[in-house]
């Protein structure tokens, strides 16, 4: 063989490799592929909480008794058709009848009940249970063929919503162990799951509510944002519910979304310099945050004034986002200074890599804009591990000042899933004991009506003006790419769960 | 050659075991695997009560005779995350990898051996000139960029290759392509050298001057010659991407041991990640027991030894 007939070969086989002879399969007819960015580990509807489980299994698989409205945060009926409640610690659900679940089962008051025994087993670590849950006793009995009582040993005047979260499932499955078939009364059955490859969802004959228009699903797994952007693009796929801003390039097809996250930097109060408010509030005036929106950030982002977003329970419309002011920033550090506060002493930022996109680039300017005002800080970016150490008790003893990168999320309708961890003295994630945010905390936890609401209010007030336990960055937004060829409008709970019942075909 | 391949075997054994000791120690060091697995804003006795349930609390050298009495029954326990046999999930990736490495060692191996010895036929030509150039960018490409670059080109422009997933010759084109480039270059390079020292050594000149053909000269006589320092770096290169292909297997969602083994890693999932490094220990182990029995086959002075 010599030279030119090997360039000969190889110029053909690479021809042949790459000619158009082959066609990629493409999402077709009333099927729907959706590509998640990551494969669940087990696909129990009790860790739907986990998004990678969520927006396979909520309200597809497994339905709750109620369901959030994502626009409001208002509760809706779902296999549940009302509530009531009966005195401080109990609460009634009339479950719906003539349901069945997709095994045959039917769903009455004794299959829920069972459900919710399942899930709140301490042998099992349900994440509904470990996260909802878990300081609270709850006891479901049945009164009746269709009607569930829930008890619990202190007030819970937000049941409704806590029942938003919990998937039911039929009575045949198994206790204390995750199943990898679930098996629940949504419009969709759970079909096949291939490790690694995909999972597949099928119409359901039998369900009780209206037919959704796609018959089968297909969820895929790709890690990388630019692979999923693409598959939406080349038509091997129909929505990619999340891709990195970088990647939302088309406007035809990218939509932004508020997704119920808000970044912030925790400041540990518990360490000096950051225990004096001059220096917190300081830090908060030194961030220039419309520099970084529309740059690091997306430009769909909003500053923050409090940890949850407008949609949810107790958010106080009234406060305004901390302005940048750089020359108020340096008149508070030196204020501080005169008064012995050691402003000069390094401060550690801890971020965490992935976190959202542009980490680490927020982290470096964030930076810069803090040692502008006089502060001396170091950057140290984390994988998960290692950065929860610093986020969540316990914390080391030895640790010096910190402010760490964290990302909330919260789209369960009210304010009492974020507020007594992020700043209830034995909050996990809390530095900061005060004793007005601890008693509006513990008010409004068992108030109901406008009075929790005002409550609320007033504890997302004194966080932001008088205690400053947060350097407040933005309200996050998402984004998802949507194949033309679906109506699929994406929100705030696009990040928990993927309704395939409300996607429609163009 | 019994006796020596039985020594090898068995240190292999040996280091096996030291490395299964060392990462269940190892693992251990990076912390509790109750505070990835659970939600960040579960309660503290959440967590205890966790980390009570799965033993995560005892004292270490509990958990490692739990650990080595477990094993001997050949149990390596349950994946914390995906709730099964962690053996099972380990054996589920390993094909996935074992294919794309033998499928792109295959082809980089024939094409490196064609391409080097058609270089060294006549070192400085041209053809060895572009070869030498395409060959030092291939080893020194960074395998993520080529691989976005490839799908934005090949899938996204020009539709001819499915962006990613596990299917027919298609879906294998992009992976293998992106997955042999480095072999491919590097092999190159050897087979290049060794063949130029191969056709200029006494033999080959004696060779010549008997009258047999090129084509013999160069894939008989200067071939086998050449070719055992290519085998130790196609095993050390079939090493490395039956270690896991990761980025590949990550970008083009090949779900293979590479992949597992990191994402274990990061979750604290310690079954997988003492099931997939004693797999793959046990698949390198047995790669270098292959080269050593085709050094063998090749180099009659090494058999007699």
Redesign the interface.
Same mark, same amino acid.
């Given at each position: 063989?010599n030279?030119k007939n090997?360039s000969l070969a190889i110029s053909t086989a690479s021809i042949i490799?790459?000619?158009?002879f082959?066609?990629?399969?493409f999402s077709a007819g009333k099927n729907l592929t959706v590509v998640l960015s990551e494969?669940p580990?087990?696909v129990d509807p009790c860790e739907a909480?986990r998004s990678n489980v969520g927006r396979i299994v909520k309200q597809n698989v497994s339905e709750t008794l109620v369901e959030i409205d994502p626009k409001d945060g208002s509760i809706k009926a779902r296999l549940a058709t009302g509530w009531t409640q009966k005195d401080k610690l109990t609460w009634h659900f009339d479950i719906r009848k003539g349901v069945k679940f997709h095994d045959g089962e039917d769903l009455n008051a004794k299959s829920v009940v069972k459900s919710i025994q399942r899930a709140l087993n301490?042998?099992y670590?349900c994440?509904i249970? /470990?996260?909802f849950f878990?300081?609270m006793s709850v006891t479901a009995s049945a009164i009746g063929s269709h009607t569930v009582s829930i008890k619990t040993k202190k007030p819970q005047p937000i049941m409704p919503a806590l029942m938003g979260t919990m998937t039911i499932v039929s009575p045949n499955t198994q206790e204390a162990?995750?199943v990898?078939n679930p098996q629940g009364t949504g419009p969709y059955v759970f079909g096949t799951w291939t490790?690694?490859?995909s999972v597949t969802l099928k119409r359901f004959s039998g369900y009780w509510g209206d037919k959704p228009e796609v018959e089968n699903v297909n969820y895929?797994?790709?890690?990388?944002s630019?692979?999923r952007a693409?598959?939406v693009? /080349?038509g091997?796929a129909d929505i990619a519910p999340n891709i990195a801003v970088q990647d939302a390039t088309d406007s035809k097809m990218d939509f932004s979304y508020f997704n119920s996250e808000t970044a912030r930097l925790r400041i540990d109060m518990t360490r000096k310099p950051l225990d004096d408010i001059r220096v917190r509030k300081a830090m908060n005036l030194a961030i220039d945050l419309d520099a970084l929106k529309g740059t690091i950030f997306a430009d769909g982002v909003v500053p923050q004034t409090q940890i949850i977003v407008p949609s949810i329970n107790g958010h106080n419309p009234r406060l305004k986002p901390w302005p940048y002011n750089l020359k108020e920033a340096k008149r508070l550090v030196a204020e501080a200074k005169a008064d012995g506060v050691d402003v000069g002493k390094e401060i550690i930022m801890i971020g965490r890599l992935g976190i959202y996109p542009n980490h680490t680039e927020a982290m470096e300017a964030m930076h810069a804009m803090l040692t502008e005002a006089g502060f001396n800080l170091k950057i140290k970016m984390m994988?998960?591990?290692g950065w929860?150490?610093f986020?969540?008790?316990?914390y080391a003893e030895d640790r010096g000042p910190t402010l760490v990168q964290a990302q909330h999320d919260n789209n369960n309708g009210d304010a009492v899933?974020s507020m007594f961890?992020k700043y209830a003295c034995?909050g996990?994630?809390s530095t900061t004991c005060d004793s007005k945010v601890e008693a509006g905390i513990e008010a409004a936890t068992v108030a109901i009506g406008d009075k929790r609401r005002d409550t609320w209010q007033e504890v997302q007030r004194r966080l932001h003006q008088d205690i400053v336990p947060d350097v407040q960055m933005f309200h996050m937004v998402g984004f998802s790419r949507v194949n033309p060829r679906i109506n699929f409008t994406p929100s705030i709970s696009t990040n928990s769960e993927l309704q395939v019942s409300q996607v429609k075909f163009n | 050659m019994k006796q020596y391949l039985t020594k090898r075997i068995l240190s292999s054994l040996l280091a096996i075991i030291g490395l299964f000791i060392m990462v269940f120690f190892l693992a251990r060091l990076?912390?509790d695997p109750g505070?990835?697995?659970?939600?960040?804003?579960?309660?503290?006795?959440?967590r205890k009560?966790?980390s009570e349930?799965h033993g995560f609390n005892d004292p270490i050298y509990i958990q490692f005779s739990r650990f080595v009495i477990d094993l001997a029954n050949g149990d390596f326990g349950d994946?914390l995350?995906?709730?099964?046999p962690a053996i099972d999930?380990v054996l589920?990736?390993l094909p996935?990898t074992l294919s794309l490495a033998a499928v792109s060692m295959f082809i980089a191996l024939i094409g490196a051996i064609?391409?080097g010895s058609?270089a060294a036929y006549r070192p400085n030509g041209?053809?060895d000139r572009i070869s030498r150039v395409v060959s030092l960018t291939a080893a020194s490409a960074p395998d993520f960029w080529v691989a976005?670059t490839a799908?934005?080109i090949?899938?996204?422009s020009?539709?001819?290759?499915?962006?990613?997933?596990?299917?027919g010759?298609?879906y294998w084109?992009m992976p293998i392509?992106i997955l042999l480039i480095r072999p491919l270059g590097l092999l190159v390079q050897v087979v290049r050298g060794s063949m130029i020292t191969a056709l200029s050594s006494d033999y080959v000149k004696t060779a010549r001057a008997k009258g047999v053909r090129e084509?013999v000269v160069i894939f008989k006589h200067g071939l086998r010659n050449g070719l055992l320092p290519v085998i130790t770096v196609a095993g050390d290169q079939a090493a490395a991407i039956a270690n896991g292909a990761v980025i590949v297997e990550?970008?083009?969602?090949?779900?293979g041991i590479g992949?597992l083994m990191i994402d274990s890693i990061?979750q604290?999932d310690f079954a997988v990640v003492q099931a997939s490094i004693l797999i793959t220990a046990i698949v390198i182990l047995s790669i270098n027991i292959i080269i050593d029995i085709a050094y063998a086959v090749l180099d009659p002075r090494i058999r007699h030894k």
């Amino acid at each position: 063989m010599n030279v030119k007939n090997l360039s000969l070969a190889i110029s053909t086989a690479s021809i042949i490799a790459v000619s158009g002879f082959f066609s990629p399969a493409f999402s077709a007819g009333k099927n729907l592929t959706v590509v998640l960015s990551e494969e669940p580990d087990i696909v129990d509807p009790c860790e739907a909480t986990r998004s990678n489980v969520g927006r396979i299994v909520k309200q597809n698989v497994s339905e709750t008794l109620v369901e959030i409205d994502p626009k409001d945060g208002s509760i809706k009926a779902r296999l549940a058709t009302g509530w009531t409640q009966k005195d401080k610690l109990t609460w009634h659900f009339d479950i719906r009848k003539g349901v069945k679940f997709h095994d045959g089962e039917d769903l009455n008051a004794k299959s829920v009940v069972k459900s919710i025994q399942r899930a709140l087993n301490p042998k099992y670590d349900c994440e509904i249970r /470990t996260k909802f849950f878990g300081n609270m006793s709850v006891t479901a009995s049945a009164i009746g063929s269709h009607t569930v009582s829930i008890k619990t040993k202190k007030p819970q005047p937000i049941m409704p919503a806590l029942m938003g979260t919990m998937t039911i499932v039929s009575p045949n499955t198994q206790e204390a162990k995750g199943v990898r078939n679930p098996q629940g009364t949504g419009p969709y059955v759970f079909g096949t799951w291939t490790p690694g490859q995909s999972v597949t969802l099928k119409r359901f004959s039998g369900y009780w509510g209206d037919k959704p228009e796609v018959e089968n699903v297909n969820y895929v797994f790709r890690k990388e944002s630019a692979v999923r952007a693409a598959m939406v693009k /080349t038509g091997e796929a129909d929505i990619a519910p999340n891709i990195a801003v970088q990647d939302a390039t088309d406007s035809k097809m990218d939509f932004s979304y508020f997704n119920s996250e808000t970044a912030r930097l925790r400041i540990d109060m518990t360490r000096k310099p950051l225990d004096d408010i001059r220096v917190r509030k300081a830090m908060n005036l030194a961030i220039d945050l419309d520099a970084l929106k529309g740059t690091i950030f997306a430009d769909g982002v909003v500053p923050q004034t409090q940890i949850i977003v407008p949609s949810i329970n107790g958010h106080n419309p009234r406060l305004k986002p901390w302005p940048y002011n750089l020359k108020e920033a340096k008149r508070l550090v030196a204020e501080a200074k005169a008064d012995g506060v050691d402003v000069g002493k390094e401060i550690i930022m801890i971020g965490r890599l992935g976190i959202y996109p542009n980490h680490t680039e927020a982290m470096e300017a964030m930076h810069a804009m803090l040692t502008e005002a006089g502060f001396n800080l170091k950057i140290k970016m984390m994988e998960t591990a290692g950065w929860l150490n610093f986020l969540s008790r316990p914390y080391a003893e030895d640790r010096g000042p910190t402010l760490v990168q964290a990302q909330h999320d919260n789209n369960n309708g009210d304010a009492v899933f974020s507020m007594f961890n992020k700043y209830a003295c034995k909050g996990a994630q809390s530095t900061t004991c005060d004793s007005k945010v601890e008693a509006g905390i513990e008010a409004a936890t068992v108030a109901i009506g406008d009075k929790r609401r005002d409550t609320w209010q007033e504890v997302q007030r004194r966080l932001h003006q008088d205690i400053v336990p947060d350097v407040q960055m933005f309200h996050m937004v998402g984004f998802s790419r949507v194949n033309p060829r679906i109506n699929f409008t994406p929100s705030i709970s696009t990040n928990s769960e993927l309704q395939v019942s409300q996607v429609k075909f163009n | 050659m019994k006796q020596y391949l039985t020594k090898r075997i068995l240190s292999s054994l040996l280091a096996i075991i030291g490395l299964f000791i060392m990462v269940f120690f190892l693992a251990r060091l990076t912390g509790d695997p109750g505070h990835l697995y659970l939600p960040i804003d579960a309660p503290l006795e959440v967590r205890k009560e966790f980390s009570e349930k799965h033993g995560f609390n005892d004292p270490i050298y509990i958990q490692f005779s739990r650990f080595v009495i477990d094993l001997a029954n050949g149990d390596f326990g349950d994946s914390l995350r995906k709730q099964r046999p962690a053996i099972d999930v380990v054996l589920e990736a390993l094909p996935v990898t074992l294919s794309l490495a033998a499928v792109s060692m295959f082809i980089a191996l024939i094409g490196a051996i064609l391409i080097g010895s058609l270089a060294a036929y006549r070192p400085n030509g041209v053809f060895d000139r572009i070869s030498r150039v395409v060959s030092l960018t291939a080893a020194s490409a960074p395998d993520f960029w080529v691989a976005i670059t490839a799908i934005l080109i090949f899938s996204v422009s020009l539709r001819w290759l499915p962006t990613s997933g596990i299917g027919g010759l298609p879906y294998w084109i992009m992976p293998i392509g992106i997955l042999l480039i480095r072999p491919l270059g590097l092999l190159v390079q050897v087979v290049r050298g060794s063949m130029i020292t191969a056709l200029s050594s006494d033999y080959v000149k004696t060779a010549r001057a008997k009258g047999v053909r090129e084509k013999v000269v160069i894939f008989k006589h200067g071939l086998r010659n050449g070719l055992l320092p290519v085998i130790t770096v196609a095993g050390d290169q079939a090493a490395a991407i039956a270690n896991g292909a990761v980025i590949v297997e990550t970008i083009f969602g090949w779900p293979g041991i590479g992949k597992l083994m990191i994402d274990s890693i990061l979750q604290r999932d310690f079954a997988v990640v003492q099931a997939s490094i004693l797999i793959t220990a046990i698949v390198i182990l047995s790669i270098n027991i292959i080269i050593d029995i085709a050094y063998a086959v090749l180099d009659p002075r090494i058999r007699h030894k």
